[in-house]
Nanobody, 121 residues
Framework: QVQLVESGGGLVQAGGSLRLSCAAS????????QGWYRQAPGKQRELVAT???????NYADSVKGRFTISRDNAQNTVYLQMNSLKPEDTAVYYC???????????????WGQGTQVTVSS
């Protein structure tokens, strides 16, 4: 019923930029929060950035000052602008949306399929 489709990953040189997009579609009552997570081979999945329905943002210390999370509420789309990329940023990036149910008020997390970001040294 709800699908998150990611795009924008790729291979870039260190110091370059990428912009990831994640569009949510389906039967959506409201979105409580959206975010980006990443997982590198052999490592745990980690939070990169989140944005709440009120517009508050949160970033991992490792990306502060380099990454910016934003959203287009009309399109139910969240973006991650990644600048000054480092090889350490190489990972599969997953978008997340916390979506409220219409009647119960309960929220569920939905995940995108993942998009590969590779930063060459």
């Amino acid at each position: 019923q709800v699908q998150l489709v990611e795009s924008g990953g790729g291979l870039v040189q260190a110091g370059g930029s990428l912009r990831l997009s994640c569009a949510a579609s389906g039967r959506i009552f409201s979105i409580a929060a959206q975010g980006w997570y990443r997982q590198a081979p052999g490592k745990q999945r980690e939070l990169v950035a989140t944005i709440t329905s009120g517009g508050s943002t949160n970033y991992a210390d490792s990306v502060k000052g380099r990454f910016t999370i934003s959203r287009d509420n009309a399109q139910n789309t969240v973006y991650l602008q990644m600048n000054s990329l480092k090889p350490e940023d190489t990972a599969v990036y997953y978008c997340n949306a916390r979506i409220r149910q219409r009647y119960s008020g309960t929220s569920y997390d939905y995940w995108g399929q993942g998009t590969q970001v590779t930063v060459s040294s």
